[in-house]
Protein backbone atom coordinates (compact mmCIF):
# COMPACT_ATOMS: atom_id res chain seq x y z
CA UNK A 1 0.00 0.00 0.00
CA UNK A 2 1.05 3.47 -0.84
CA UNK A 3 1.07 6.56 1.85
CA UNK A 4 -2.19 7.65 2.75
CA UNK A 5 -2.11 11.74 2.62
CA UNK A 6 -5.32 13.60 4.46
CA UNK A 7 -6.91 16.89 3.35
CA UNK A 8 -8.55 18.71 6.05
CA UNK A 9 -9.98 22.34 5.78
CA UNK A 10 -12.84 24.00 6.71
CA UNK A 11 -15.86 24.13 3.51
CA UNK A 12 -14.86 26.29 0.00
CA UNK A 13 -11.03 26.07 0.70
CA UNK A 14 -10.47 24.00 -2.05
CA UNK A 15 -9.74 20.79 -0.69
CA UNK A 16 -11.26 19.24 -3.76
CA UNK A 17 -9.74 21.10 -6.24
CA UNK A 18 -6.62 19.77 -4.86
CA UNK A 19 -7.95 16.86 -4.51
CA UNK A 20 -8.64 16.44 -8.41
CA UNK A 21 -5.06 17.93 -9.15
CA UNK A 22 -3.07 15.62 -7.44
CA UNK A 23 -4.89 12.68 -8.73
CA UNK A 24 -4.78 14.51 -12.46
CA UNK A 25 -8.31 13.92 -13.39
CA UNK A 26 -11.52 15.83 -12.23
CA UNK A 27 -12.92 12.77 -9.99
CA UNK A 28 -14.45 14.95 -7.02
CA UNK A 29 -17.26 17.60 -7.53
CA UNK A 30 -16.58 20.87 -7.22
CA UNK A 31 -18.75 23.66 -7.00
CA UNK A 32 -19.02 27.27 -5.32
CA UNK A 33 -21.20 26.93 -2.84
CA UNK A 34 -19.63 25.18 0.09
CA UNK A 35 -20.15 21.69 1.76
CA UNK A 36 -20.26 19.68 -1.47
CA UNK A 37 -17.97 16.87 -0.51
CA UNK A 38 -19.87 14.80 2.28
CA UNK A 39 -17.93 11.29 2.32
CA UNK A 40 -14.40 10.51 1.71
CA UNK A 41 -12.96 9.80 -1.90
CA UNK A 42 -9.79 8.41 -2.46
CA UNK A 43 -7.74 8.44 -5.33
CA UNK A 44 -3.77 7.74 -6.43
CA UNK A 45 -2.06 10.57 -6.85
CA UNK A 46 1.69 11.82 -7.87
CA UNK A 47 3.79 14.61 -8.10
CA UNK A 48 7.44 14.37 -9.91
CA UNK A 49 7.26 10.57 -8.91
CA UNK A 50 6.57 10.37 -5.40
CA UNK A 51 3.25 8.45 -5.76
CA UNK A 52 0.63 8.52 -2.74
CA UNK A 53 -2.96 7.91 -1.57
CA UNK A 54 -4.60 11.21 -0.85
CA UNK A 55 -8.05 10.86 0.47
CA UNK A 56 -10.41 14.15 0.08
CA UNK A 57 -12.60 15.10 3.42
CA UNK A 58 -16.09 17.02 4.34
CA UNK A 59 -15.48 21.09 5.15
CA UNK A 60 -14.60 20.75 8.82
CA UNK A 61 -17.66 22.84 10.26
CA UNK A 62 -18.40 23.85 14.27
CA UNK A 63 -21.78 22.22 14.50
CA UNK A 64 -24.24 19.91 16.73
CA UNK A 65 -22.62 15.84 16.59
CA UNK A 66 -25.77 15.12 15.67
CA UNK A 67 -26.50 17.36 12.67
CA UNK A 68 -25.34 16.56 8.87
CA UNK A 69 -22.13 19.31 9.40
CA UNK A 70 -21.26 17.21 12.67
CA UNK A 71 -21.56 14.25 11.43
CA UNK A 72 -19.89 15.26 8.26
CA UNK A 73 -17.13 16.47 10.37
CA UNK A 74 -17.27 12.84 12.60
CA UNK A 75 -15.92 11.79 9.28
CA UNK A 76 -13.54 13.77 8.68
CA UNK A 77 -11.96 13.13 11.79
CA UNK A 78 -11.88 9.03 11.27
CA UNK A 79 -10.07 9.78 8.20
CA UNK A 80 -6.95 10.52 9.83
CA UNK A 81 -6.71 7.36 12.20
CA UNK A 82 -4.04 5.70 9.89
CA UNK A 83 -2.77 8.41 7.39
CA UNK A 84 0.73 9.16 6.89
CA UNK A 85 0.62 13.16 6.34
CA UNK A 86 -2.32 15.84 6.50
CA UNK A 87 -2.56 18.60 4.25
CA UNK A 88 -4.41 21.73 5.72
CA UNK A 89 -5.64 23.37 3.31
CA UNK A 90 -6.53 26.88 4.23
CA UNK A 91 -8.18 29.79 1.77
CA UNK A 92 -5.09 32.24 1.49
CA UNK A 93 -7.02 35.24 -0.01
CA UNK A 94 -10.08 34.63 3.16
CA UNK A 95 -6.91 34.88 5.30
CA UNK A 96 -7.11 32.62 8.35
CA UNK A 97 -10.61 32.29 10.12
CA UNK A 98 -11.83 31.06 13.81
CA UNK A 99 -12.87 27.62 12.13
CA UNK A 100 -8.99 27.70 10.97
CA UNK A 101 -7.37 28.00 14.23
CA UNK A 102 -9.93 25.42 15.77
CA UNK A 103 -9.22 23.09 12.90
CA UNK A 104 -5.14 23.92 13.55
CA UNK A 105 -5.71 23.50 17.56
CA UNK A 106 -6.78 20.21 16.86
CA UNK A 107 -4.02 19.09 14.15
CA UNK A 108 -1.75 20.22 16.70
CA UNK A 109 -2.92 17.71 19.13
CA UNK A 110 -2.92 14.32 16.84
CA UNK A 111 0.23 12.14 16.09
CA UNK A 112 -0.06 12.86 12.49
CA UNK A 113 2.19 15.04 10.42
CA UNK A 114 0.65 18.18 9.05
CA UNK A 115 1.95 19.83 5.79
CA UNK A 116 0.01 23.48 6.15
CA UNK A 117 -1.57 24.41 2.41
CA UNK A 118 -2.01 27.69 1.63
CA UNK A 119 -4.88 27.53 -1.44
CA UNK A 120 -5.74 30.32 -3.84
CA UNK A 121 -2.77 32.08 -3.14
CA UNK A 122 -2.10 33.19 -7.05
CA UNK A 123 -1.19 36.99 -7.64
CA UNK A 124 -0.85 39.40 -4.56
CA UNK A 125 -4.22 38.73 -2.99
CA UNK A 126 -3.03 35.77 -1.20
CA UNK A 127 0.00 37.61 0.53
CA UNK A 128 -1.37 38.54 3.58
CA UNK A 129 -3.33 35.38 3.92
CA UNK A 130 0.38 33.12 3.39
CA UNK A 131 2.06 35.03 5.87
CA UNK A 132 -0.67 35.18 9.08
CA UNK A 133 -1.26 31.64 8.74
CA UNK A 134 2.18 31.40 10.13
CA UNK A 135 0.24 32.19 13.26
CA UNK A 136 -1.13 28.60 13.13
CA UNK A 137 2.21 27.17 14.13
CA UNK A 138 2.22 24.32 11.73
CA UNK A 139 5.37 25.60 10.27
CA UNK A 140 6.24 27.04 6.95
CA UNK A 141 3.06 27.38 4.59
CA UNK A 142 3.01 26.02 1.05
CA UNK A 143 1.25 29.18 -1.15
CA UNK A 144 -0.38 27.20 -4.39
CA UNK A 145 -3.52 27.45 -6.77
CA UNK A 146 -4.92 24.41 -6.88
CA UNK A 147 -6.97 25.61 -9.47
CA UNK A 148 -3.99 26.63 -11.77
CA UNK A 149 -1.95 24.50 -11.11
CA UNK A 150 0.81 26.71 -9.59
CA UNK A 151 2.90 25.58 -6.21
CA UNK A 152 2.28 21.82 -7.05
CA UNK A 153 6.33 21.80 -7.10
CA UNK A 154 6.45 23.29 -3.35
CA UNK A 155 4.14 21.00 -1.99
CA UNK A 156 6.78 18.13 -3.57
CA UNK A 157 9.17 19.51 -1.70
CA UNK A 158 6.93 19.79 1.74
CA UNK A 159 6.03 15.94 1.48
CA UNK A 160 8.74 14.58 0.54
CA UNK A 161 10.59 14.77 3.84
CA UNK A 162 7.22 13.63 5.72
CA UNK A 163 6.47 10.50 3.17
CA UNK A 164 9.41 9.93 1.01
CA UNK A 165 11.20 7.20 2.56
CA UNK A 166 7.90 5.03 2.90
CA UNK A 167 7.00 5.91 -0.81
CA UNK A 168 10.24 4.62 -1.56
CA UNK A 169 9.79 1.66 0.77
CA UNK A 170 6.71 0.63 -1.14
CA UNK A 171 8.05 1.48 -4.51
CA UNK A 172 10.65 -1.84 -4.33
CA UNK A 173 8.18 -3.86 -2.98
CA UNK A 174 5.22 -3.33 -6.45
CA UNK A 175 5.49 -6.14 -8.79
CA UNK A 176 5.64 -5.00 -12.27
CA UNK A 177 1.75 -5.69 -13.78
CA UNK A 178 0.63 -8.38 -15.78
CA UNK A 179 -0.34 -6.72 -19.26
CA UNK A 180 -3.00 -8.48 -20.69
CA UNK A 181 -4.52 -7.46 -23.97
CA UNK A 182 -8.15 -6.68 -24.53
CA UNK A 183 -9.31 -9.65 -25.88
CA UNK A 184 -7.80 -11.76 -23.11
CA UNK A 185 -9.15 -9.40 -20.66
CA UNK A 186 -12.79 -10.23 -22.16
CA UNK A 187 -12.87 -13.66 -21.73
CA UNK A 188 -12.98 -14.49 -18.04
CA UNK A 189 -13.89 -12.03 -15.27
CA UNK A 190 -10.56 -10.84 -13.16
CA UNK A 191 -9.65 -8.15 -10.53
CA UNK A 192 -12.26 -7.38 -7.56
CA UNK A 193 -15.85 -7.30 -8.92
CA UNK A 194 -16.99 -3.70 -9.93
CA UNK A 195 -20.42 -3.37 -7.90
CA UNK A 196 -22.56 -0.44 -8.16
CA UNK A 197 -25.28 0.42 -6.07
CA UNK A 198 -28.22 2.87 -7.57
CA UNK A 199 -31.46 3.94 -6.40
CA UNK A 200 -33.68 6.77 -5.84
CA UNK A 201 -32.78 8.92 -2.50
CA UNK A 202 -33.03 7.40 0.75
CA UNK A 203 -33.37 3.66 -0.77
CA UNK A 204 -30.37 2.97 2.24
CA UNK A 205 -27.58 3.02 -0.28
CA UNK A 206 -24.80 3.50 2.32
CA UNK A 207 -26.40 2.22 4.48
CA UNK A 208 -26.34 -1.42 2.79
CA UNK A 209 -22.50 -0.52 1.99
CA UNK A 210 -21.60 0.13 5.19
CA UNK A 211 -23.55 -2.91 6.82
CA UNK A 212 -21.43 -5.20 4.61
CA UNK A 213 -18.07 -3.19 5.39
CA UNK A 214 -18.89 -3.72 9.02
CA UNK A 215 -18.21 0.30 9.92
CA UNK A 216 -19.68 3.78 9.11
CA UNK A 217 -17.57 4.62 6.20
CA UNK A 218 -19.91 6.28 4.74
CA UNK A 219 -22.14 9.30 5.43
CA UNK A 220 -25.84 8.22 6.61
CA UNK A 221 -28.95 10.00 7.76
CA UNK A 222 -32.67 10.76 7.56
CA UNK A 223 -31.94 13.06 5.29
CA UNK A 224 -32.59 12.45 1.48
CA UNK A 225 -29.35 13.15 -0.99
CA UNK A 226 -26.80 12.98 1.48
CA UNK A 227 -24.34 11.21 -0.98
CA UNK A 228 -23.45 13.44 -3.57
CA UNK A 229 -20.05 11.88 -5.03
CA UNK A 230 -19.83 8.18 -6.17
CA UNK A 231 -17.88 6.90 -3.65
CA UNK A 232 -15.71 3.74 -4.53
CA UNK A 233 -14.53 1.23 -1.58
CA UNK A 234 -12.20 -1.44 -2.11
CA UNK A 235 -12.92 -4.47 0.24
CA UNK A 236 -12.52 -7.88 0.97
CA UNK A 237 -15.82 -10.37 1.20
CA UNK A 238 -15.55 -13.35 2.89
CA UNK A 239 -17.79 -16.50 1.29
CA UNK A 240 -19.22 -18.28 3.69
CA UNK A 241 -20.47 -20.71 1.11
CA UNK A 242 -17.23 -21.28 -0.19
CA UNK A 243 -14.64 -19.74 2.82
CA UNK A 244 -12.56 -18.00 0.20
CA UNK A 245 -11.96 -14.12 0.06
CA UNK A 246 -13.18 -12.23 -2.28
CA UNK A 247 -12.28 -8.80 -3.78
CA UNK A 248 -15.13 -6.02 -4.31
CA UNK A 249 -15.26 -2.93 -5.51
CA UNK A 250 -17.68 -0.88 -3.64
CA UNK A 251 -19.54 1.76 -5.39
CA UNK A 252 -22.71 4.36 -3.65
CA UNK A 253 -24.08 6.52 -5.64
CA UNK A 254 -26.41 9.79 -5.36
CA UNK A 255 -29.95 9.11 -5.35
CA UNK A 256 -31.59 9.46 -8.80
CA UNK A 257 -34.79 11.83 -8.65
CA UNK A 258 -37.23 12.07 -11.86
CA UNK A 259 -35.39 14.31 -14.24
CA UNK A 260 -38.18 17.17 -13.66
CA UNK A 261 -37.34 17.19 -10.14
CA UNK A 262 -33.55 17.63 -10.57
CA UNK A 263 -33.67 21.64 -10.74
CA UNK A 264 -30.39 22.11 -8.50
CA UNK A 265 -27.31 22.73 -10.60
CA UNK A 266 -25.41 20.23 -7.89
CA UNK A 267 -28.11 17.78 -7.85
CA UNK A 268 -27.46 17.30 -11.83
CA UNK A 269 -23.48 17.22 -11.11
CA UNK A 270 -24.25 14.30 -8.69
CA UNK A 271 -26.91 12.51 -10.84
CA UNK A 272 -23.89 12.85 -13.46
CA UNK A 273 -21.85 11.28 -11.59
CA UNK A 274 -23.78 8.48 -10.87
CA UNK A 275 -23.99 7.55 -14.10
CA UNK A 276 -20.35 7.35 -14.92
CA UNK A 277 -20.38 4.89 -11.95
CA UNK A 278 -22.62 2.77 -13.67
CA UNK A 279 -20.30 2.68 -16.79
CA UNK A 280 -17.73 1.42 -14.62
CA UNK A 281 -19.60 -0.85 -12.91
CA UNK A 282 -19.55 -4.68 -14.19
CA UNK A 283 -22.85 -5.31 -11.76
CA UNK A 284 -25.37 -2.63 -10.87
CA UNK A 285 -27.75 -3.58 -7.67
CA UNK A 286 -30.77 -1.55 -8.01
CA UNK A 287 -31.43 -0.84 -4.81
CA UNK A 288 -35.67 -0.82 -3.69
CA UNK A 289 -37.22 0.64 -0.68
CA UNK A 290 -39.50 -2.05 0.54
CA UNK A 291 -41.93 0.66 2.43
CA UNK A 292 -43.04 2.28 -1.26
CA UNK A 293 -42.23 -0.57 -3.55
CA UNK A 294 -41.56 -0.17 -7.30
CA UNK A 295 -41.92 2.96 -8.68
CA UNK A 296 -41.60 4.39 -12.72
CA UNK A 297 -38.75 6.35 -11.88
CA UNK A 298 -37.00 2.96 -10.66
CA UNK A 299 -38.17 1.04 -14.01
CA UNK A 300 -36.64 4.17 -16.01
CA UNK A 301 -33.32 3.45 -13.57
CA UNK A 302 -33.29 -0.03 -14.45
CA UNK A 303 -33.96 0.74 -18.39
CA UNK A 304 -30.70 3.08 -18.43
CA UNK A 305 -28.43 0.25 -16.71
CA UNK A 306 -29.51 -2.04 -19.53
CA UNK A 307 -28.91 0.53 -22.05
CA UNK A 308 -25.26 0.77 -21.10
CA UNK A 309 -25.15 -2.91 -21.13
CA UNK A 310 -24.02 -3.37 -17.63
CA UNK A 311 -25.38 -6.62 -15.65
CA UNK A 312 -28.22 -5.70 -13.42
CA UNK A 313 -29.83 -7.05 -10.51
CA UNK A 314 -33.08 -6.00 -8.05
CA UNK A 315 -32.63 -5.82 -4.55
CA UNK A 316 -35.41 -4.85 -1.90
CA UNK A 317 -34.12 -3.20 1.19
CA UNK A 318 -35.70 -2.11 4.36
CA UNK A 319 -37.28 -5.57 4.06
CA UNK A 320 -37.47 -6.42 8.08
CA UNK A 321 -39.91 -3.59 7.67
CA UNK A 322 -41.64 -4.95 4.87
CA UNK A 323 -45.77 -5.45 5.40
CA UNK A 324 -47.28 -8.16 3.02
CA UNK A 325 -43.99 -9.51 2.60
CA UNK A 326 -45.10 -12.31 -0.43
CA UNK A 327 -47.25 -9.64 -2.13
CA UNK A 328 -45.23 -7.04 -2.53
CA UNK A 329 -42.19 -9.57 -3.06
CA UNK A 330 -44.10 -11.28 -6.40
CA UNK A 331 -45.66 -7.67 -7.54
CA UNK A 332 -42.36 -6.32 -7.88
CA UNK A 333 -41.34 -9.35 -9.74
CA UNK A 334 -44.21 -9.26 -12.23
CA UNK A 335 -43.83 -5.45 -12.60
CA UNK A 336 -40.46 -6.07 -13.42
CA UNK A 337 -41.24 -8.73 -15.94
CA UNK A 338 -44.04 -5.92 -17.70
CA UNK A 339 -41.73 -2.77 -17.26
CA UNK A 340 -38.79 -4.92 -18.58
CA UNK A 341 -39.14 -6.91 -21.30
CA UNK A 342 -36.33 -6.63 -22.95
CA UNK A 343 -34.30 -8.33 -20.21
CA UNK A 344 -35.98 -11.59 -18.32
CA UNK A 345 -35.03 -13.47 -15.15
CA UNK A 346 -33.92 -10.28 -13.38
CA UNK A 347 -32.41 -11.54 -10.06
CA UNK A 348 -35.00 -10.35 -7.59
CA UNK A 349 -33.81 -10.65 -3.72
CA UNK A 350 -34.78 -9.56 -0.30
CA UNK A 351 -32.39 -7.68 2.15
CA UNK A 352 -32.21 -5.55 4.87
CA UNK A 353 -29.20 -3.13 5.02
CA UNK A 354 -30.33 -2.25 9.00
CA UNK A 355 -29.64 -6.44 9.87
CA UNK A 356 -27.85 -7.93 7.39
CA UNK A 357 -30.17 -9.93 5.32
CA UNK A 358 -29.89 -11.40 2.21
CA UNK A 359 -26.70 -9.73 1.90
CA UNK A 360 -24.31 -12.55 1.18
CA UNK A 361 -26.50 -14.41 -0.80
CA UNK A 362 -26.97 -10.46 -3.06
CA UNK A 363 -23.22 -11.09 -3.49
CA UNK A 364 -23.44 -14.31 -4.77
CA UNK A 365 -25.22 -13.60 -7.15
CA UNK A 366 -23.30 -10.78 -8.01
CA UNK A 367 -20.79 -13.24 -8.55
CA UNK A 368 -22.53 -15.35 -10.47
CA UNK A 369 -24.21 -12.07 -12.98
CA UNK A 370 -20.60 -11.08 -13.86
CA UNK A 371 -19.86 -14.87 -14.92
CA UNK A 372 -23.33 -14.84 -16.91
CA UNK A 373 -22.00 -11.34 -18.40
CA UNK A 374 -18.92 -12.42 -19.56
CA UNK A 375 -19.35 -15.44 -20.96
CA UNK A 376 -18.41 -16.91 -24.42
CA UNK A 377 -20.21 -19.19 -26.08
CA UNK A 378 -18.12 -21.27 -28.76
CA UNK A 379 -18.69 -20.70 -32.45
CA UNK A 380 -19.41 -24.20 -33.19
CA UNK A 381 -22.48 -24.46 -30.62
CA UNK A 382 -23.72 -20.96 -31.23
CA UNK A 383 -24.29 -21.85 -34.93
CA UNK A 384 -25.99 -25.35 -33.83
CA UNK A 385 -28.45 -23.19 -31.85
CA UNK A 386 -29.18 -20.90 -34.78
CA UNK A 387 -29.80 -23.32 -37.35
CA UNK A 388 -32.29 -25.19 -34.61
CA UNK A 389 -33.52 -21.80 -34.46
CA UNK A 390 -34.13 -21.58 -38.42
CA UNK A 391 -35.52 -24.68 -38.92
CA UNK A 392 -38.21 -24.10 -35.65
CA UNK A 393 -38.94 -20.76 -37.38
CA UNK A 394 -37.47 -19.43 -40.97
CA UNK A 395 -37.00 -16.00 -41.81
CA UNK A 396 -39.98 -14.67 -43.48
CA UNK A 397 -40.11 -13.55 -46.87
CA UNK A 398 -41.60 -10.63 -47.70
CA UNK A 399 -42.53 -9.13 -51.18
CA UNK A 400 -41.59 -12.76 -52.20
CA UNK A 401 -37.81 -12.42 -51.14
CA UNK A 402 -35.86 -14.56 -49.39
CA UNK A 403 -33.82 -13.57 -46.61
CA UNK A 404 -30.79 -15.63 -45.99
CA UNK A 405 -29.95 -15.72 -42.59
CA UNK A 406 -25.87 -17.65 -42.66
CA UNK A 407 -24.38 -17.93 -39.45
CA UNK A 408 -23.78 -16.21 -36.23
CA UNK A 409 -20.36 -15.13 -34.17
CA UNK A 410 -20.34 -13.78 -30.72
CA UNK A 411 -18.54 -10.53 -31.37
CA UNK A 412 -17.66 -9.82 -27.46
CA UNK A 413 -18.78 -10.38 -23.61
CA UNK A 414 -19.49 -7.53 -21.36
CA UNK A 415 -22.32 -7.43 -22.01
CA UNK A 416 -22.56 -10.51 -24.89
CA UNK A 417 -22.67 -9.18 -28.35
CA UNK A 418 -23.48 -11.05 -31.32
CA UNK A 419 -23.02 -10.41 -35.31
CA UNK A 420 -25.62 -12.33 -37.51
CA UNK A 421 -24.31 -12.36 -41.48
CA UNK A 422 -26.93 -13.17 -44.26
CA UNK A 423 -28.30 -11.11 -47.20
CA UNK A 424 -31.41 -8.90 -47.62
CA UNK A 425 -31.04 -8.16 -43.55
CA UNK A 426 -32.64 -4.85 -44.26
CA UNK A 427 -36.11 -6.51 -44.94
CA UNK A 428 -35.92 -9.16 -41.95
CA UNK A 429 -38.50 -7.85 -39.60
CA UNK A 430 -37.58 -6.28 -35.64
CA UNK A 431 -40.08 -9.08 -34.59
CA UNK A 432 -37.89 -11.74 -35.96
CA UNK A 433 -34.46 -10.16 -34.23
CA UNK A 434 -36.49 -10.13 -31.28
CA UNK A 435 -36.77 -14.19 -31.47
CA UNK A 436 -33.36 -14.17 -31.91
CA UNK A 437 -32.66 -12.38 -28.68
CA UNK A 438 -34.58 -14.61 -27.08
CA UNK A 439 -33.64 -17.66 -28.23
CA UNK A 440 -30.15 -16.88 -27.40
CA UNK A 441 -31.03 -16.06 -23.64
CA UNK A 442 -33.66 -18.97 -23.04
CA UNK A 443 -30.99 -21.42 -24.67
CA UNK A 444 -27.40 -20.03 -24.08
CA UNK A 445 -27.79 -19.18 -20.59
CA UNK A 446 -27.60 -15.20 -21.24
CA UNK A 447 -31.30 -14.88 -20.27
CA UNK A 448 -30.59 -12.16 -17.13
CA UNK A 449 -27.91 -9.86 -19.10
CA UNK A 450 -28.81 -7.36 -21.73
CA UNK A 451 -27.80 -9.07 -25.45
CA UNK A 452 -26.78 -6.77 -28.69
CA UNK A 453 -27.80 -8.49 -31.57
CA UNK A 454 -25.84 -6.99 -35.00
CA UNK A 455 -27.19 -8.24 -38.30
CA UNK A 456 -24.04 -7.64 -41.32
CA UNK A 457 -24.81 -7.91 -44.92
CA UNK A 458 -22.17 -9.06 -47.01
CA UNK A 459 -20.73 -6.74 -49.53
CA UNK A 460 -22.01 -7.14 -53.13
CA UNK A 461 -18.32 -7.15 -55.02
CA UNK A 462 -20.07 -6.55 -58.49
CA UNK A 463 -22.12 -3.25 -56.93
CA UNK A 464 -21.31 0.46 -58.01
CA UNK A 465 -18.56 2.52 -55.71
Known sequence: MKPTVIIIGRPNVGKSTLFNRLIGKKLALVDDQPGVTRDRRMG?????????????????????ADTLPGRMRAQTEVSIEGADAALFVIDARAGLTPLDEEIGRWLRQ??????????????????????????????????????????????????????????????????????????????????????????????????LINRLLGENRLLTGPEAGITRDSIAVD???????????????????????????VTDKLERLSVADARRAVDFAEVVVLLLDATKGLEHQDLKIADMVLQEGRALMIAINKWDVAENASSLFNGIKGALEDGLAQVRGLPVLAVSAKTGKGLDTMLNAAFELRETWSKRVSTAALNRWFDDAMEANPPPAPGGKRIKLRYITQAGTRPPRFVVFGTRLDMLPKSYERYLVNGIRAKLGFDAVPVRVVLKSAKNPYASS
Open 110 to 207: QSVPVVLVANKAEGRAGEAGVFESYGLGLGEPVPLSAEHGEGVADLFGALWPVIGEKAEAKDEDAVEPIDFDEDEDEERPRGPLKLAIVGRPNAGKST
Open 44 to 64: DAEIAGLQFTVVDTAGWEDED
Open 235 to 261: WEWLNPRTGDRQEIRLIDTAGMRKKAR
